[in-house]
């Protein structure tokens, strides 16, 4: 949704939300909804790929399967996972559509051009078109239809996805998948049997996932999005490994925000009652006006002049004023509204001078100040101390003057004359009112019009939003438009290969009835904004009725079966795991999947209910809501105050000049803190807060003595280097705190030693205990809780289990017990033998032998590495050169990266198979009697080298221009003859062929193999399955402990102490990481931290 900087806003206001995804303790979720076209976008557009290259469709659709499986593992969710595509959009979403979809065609040509010019694209190759991501086109029908052979394939393979049921929205189903998501919730929460605790994820980048999440006034709910970085992205980025940790997501925590916004508005005296679930419908609508997809946002709220905070403060001055809330369950009261707005049009000069100067500045007209301004900007009203009343009079007369004189020049410069008219600014009023109504209601009721629109490009200013309530606002509900309805009013001609060539020629065919609607060129009003995507392209709106009656005069016989299959709308199907049931599916997509013989899936239409009684959704809780959930983050655990300062709050990398809501940790006056923590010492606690990780506290100390028992003999005194370096710790505690987290602990320097929870373990016998980290940590006792106020049934210890319990019959095991020769194979649960036996039918494998240890040996010894300064000698260059190129190095004009980027030092990062670290053992130096430190050293491969050479002998004027300049950003003029821009567009091409350019970097800490050797392990692992028998066979009276079974409730490794090497063959215990339980392997790296 079209809300710039919004997200930013948010996390600097309410730093507490955010939280990053680890390997280790996160939420458990019953309900998983996935925006799709959030993840197509990523798929497409992400890291890995480059917008100035062809992407087939068949990679674009991998990269989809590939991101869904990494984000429902990350999610797990018990009951529900939604996937959800967009289907046509209401009218008033179109306008937008429209916007996006021609600047993209229009940023895709210069690509295009720029690639073909560069060299890195031939004339007759094509780049992705991401207008193709609209429903309707073959893409999208394509995708749709793998995407149910993908559900099939993961239901029958994954343990993960056969614990829930999967509902399916493809594109053939009308309305955007947010809000096809948000109904889905309303409607279900409406109708009797719903559990008032049902936990929610919704993965998705848009803002207005936020505002949906927040609308359904479901507590246990959070947001799943990639990790945003802002910044100017360096040009020695890496191109990391991918992870299944999730290290690069995280959780925004709607459950916090609520309890954020409820801290802050409750402070508010509200004469008519605080409710909080209306505050958060009021917040919602006030966002509406800083930005939406369906109308423009007023001119005098923009994020970047700190109109939103503005907004909320004369929001919360206004409350007191008030009769009640201004919202309601998605209508608006439009007296009260126009008392908000006639506040908003107090600052809204200032704000309109604050972006003419902006505008000045970008046409370098810097520090003019106009007359009748002060610093700021703001109309000046200068009156004397012994002015007489007269004089203020005209002073005042002035300003309103020049206010009036604004606002003329606003819709002058927007609309020439048009506006003029008093009855023609009236009906922009009128619009504009209807459209935050249609807004609200679309975002707490669904859609109350498909066919309504804003027709304009801008909206008009606050103070001409005068006698509201005389504007009524009734919607006609109508249809949704046809997919290829939608398709010709929002594509570009660019895009018309995505479209049947009969609708194509309607774009272009000069005697089209409606080619007024498709302009080739066309201008683009940035409307004082900064980035590319925010300005706004000067096309036609769409005429709805010209349109459909210029597709409706087209013979039917223009399109194909096929076509007229796409050109209609669809239902929503459900995907379920049937042990009893099996079916053969074909594949869809065979270059990627083999067909499924035997399937278990069952396939179903879904069945939503409607919302009973009046089909109105309420704004209410549940009757049987508790909070906090188990395993979610709250704030009330600990004793805290909360108030707006500017504290320079820094979550992305730069201070915040905005206000942040503080969390104050309030000290109890009745218990030292040290007396408090030696009472903890030896019993489990919680840290981490608001997030909440259970730990087990080791000792305390409070910058003098260290207590590891509660005893006054136990203490331990500490050094002045200790009690120095425990002073340095707390302050940095305390520093960080504030800064990344506005929270205030104090200056209690008293810290708690702890062991963090990791997860559960399981004995032979079964039972199940509680496992500590083996090192421990430090947390500031402020941040510590004695206990849960709920407790997470997750991690419940038990007792041994029986055998019917932990392996039902039909269980898939893999054996793990004597002999050996049955280790590692695997089986199904036939029956139960006793109390701690059962009997099981095994699929024995051949040997398969070594072959992955013996290929590793092989190109082991093959393999030539040679140290830095051999490298450079070999080459005749220094050793500063050498590590210049080899990493990353820019050269002017244009500062271009010209290296390698086969290591980067500083980030500890390498590219496997061509650089590698090795330490030189310390040493003693005799005539000195010195020990010296053991010593990092860079080595090049042999690979890596013949690149160097190569790269000499092409280009040998880089080098020397890296001999004789040693600056930052090395200037090429003074070194090449001839255009130096074509010469570093040949060296960039140069490198962009090479191997090494599109392999991933991995921490100079791993052990990985070289892309060589994986290619050889590939190919023995392929004549291995070829010639591989299997034998079935049955073993009675197995001990359970010999048992192995997918996605157990407590996580345990068998192997847990062994270490691996690469090449090992090894067989995939895990249930939730998209490989099929009991697959087999080879290791071809090892990272630090076990995995």
Known sequence: MGVPKFYRWLSERYPLINQAIHDGIRPEFDCMYLDMNGIIHVATHGPGTDPSKPLSESVAIANVFKYIDKVVRLGRPKRLLYMCLDGVAPRAKMNQQRQRRFRAAQERAQIREDAIRNGDLSEDAELFDSNCITPGTTFMAHLTKHLQFFIRKKIEEDPLWQQFTVLFSGHEVPGEAEHKIARYIRNMKSNDGYDGNTRHLLYGLDADLIFLSLATHEPHFALLREEVVFGIKKFNDARPTSSSSGDDFQLLDISILRECLEYEFRQVDIPFGFDL?????????????????????????????????????????????????????????????????????????????????????????????????????????????????????????????????????????????????????????????????????????????????????????????????????????????????????????????????????????????????????????????????????????????????????????????????????????????????????????????????????????????????????????CADLVIPAPSFPHLSILNITMALAPVGVNVFGRESKRDSLVATIVPDPTTPSLRKGRAMIGKPCVVDWPFLRDAMVVAVSDGTARYEKDADEAAVQLSQAEVLQHQRDAANDRMKMLSARAVDIGDDRTRLEVRLFTGMGRAASGSVHKVWSDTSTFVPIQLVASRRQVRDPRFKTSGALSIKDAFPLGCPVVFVGTPPSYYGAGGTVLSHDSMRTATIQLNILDKEGAFGSQICEQMHAKDKWLQSFKIAKALSISTNTLGKISSGQLVAPGKVNIGLNFKFPRRQLMVPGYTRIVTQPARLVSYSNVVTEPQALWEYSSAAFRILQSYVNEFPEIFTALEENHERVVDLRP????????????????????????????????KVLSPDCIAAIEEAQLQCSRSTTVNEMQLQNVPMEFLYKPAPRVQWSPTEKVSYSLGDRVLFLGGHHGVPFGSRGNIIGIHSGGS
């Open 277 to 621: 679930q209306r505050v958060i419908d009021d917040w919602i609508f006030l966002a509406f006006f800083v930005g939406n997809d369906f109308v423009p946002h007023l001119p005098s709220m923009d994020i970047h002049h700190g109109c939103l905070d503005r907004l909320v403060q004369v929001y919360k001055s206004l409350l007191p004023k008030l009769t009640g809330y201004i919202t309601d369950s998605g209508s608006i009261d439009f007296e009260r509204l126009e008392l908000l707005i006639h506040r908003m049009a107090d600052f809204e000069d200032e704000v309109l001078e604050m972006e003419k100067d902006d505008r000045e500045k970008h046409d370098k007209r810097r520090g003019k100040k106009k007359n009748g301004q002060d610093a700021n900007g703001n109309a000046a009203v200068e009156v004397e101390d012994e002015s007489d009343p007269e004089d203020l009079q005209i002073a005042l007369q002035n300003l309103q003057f020049e206010e009036e004189s604004l606002a003329d020049e606003y819709y002058q410069e927007k609309w020439g004359h048009e506006m003029d008219d008093p009855e023609a600014r009236d009906a922009l009023c009128r619009s504009y009112v209807e459209g935050l109504q249609w807004v609200l209601h679309y975002y707490y009721q669904g859609t109350p019009s498909w066919e309504w629109y804003y027709p304009y490009f801008y909206a008009p200013l606050a103070s001409s939003l005068k006698g509201l309530s005389r504007y009524k606002t009734t919607f006609r509900l109508g249809e949704p438009f046809l997919p290829f309805e939608q398709l010709l009013g929002v594509l570009p001609p660019a895009s018309g290969p995505l479209i049947p060539r009969a609708l194509a020629d309607l774009m272009t065919r000069p005697d089209s009835p409606i080619i007024d609607f498709y302009p080739t060129q066309f201008e683009v009003d940035m409307n004082g904004k900064r980035n590319d995507w925010e300005g706004i392209a000067m096309i036609p709106f769409v005429d709805q009725h010209r349109l459909i009656e210029a597709i409706r005069a087209l013979p039917p016989s223009v399109f194909s079966e096929e076509e007229r299959q796409r050109n209609s709308h669809g239902i929503e199907i459900t995907f379920s795991y049937d042990p009893n049931f099996c079916d053969f599916v074909p594949s869809t997509i065979s270059e990627i999947f083999t067909s499924i013989t035997k399937s278990h899936c069952r396939v179903e239409k879904a069945v939503t209910p409607e919302i009973p009684g009046d089909g109105v959704y309420r704004s209410r809780l």
């Open 975 to 1006: 070194f090449v003859q001839g255009d130096v821009r074509d010469y570093i567009d040949r060296v960039s091409k140069w490198l962009k062929s090479l191997p090494s350019s599109r392999l991933p970097m991995v921490p100079c800490s791993s």
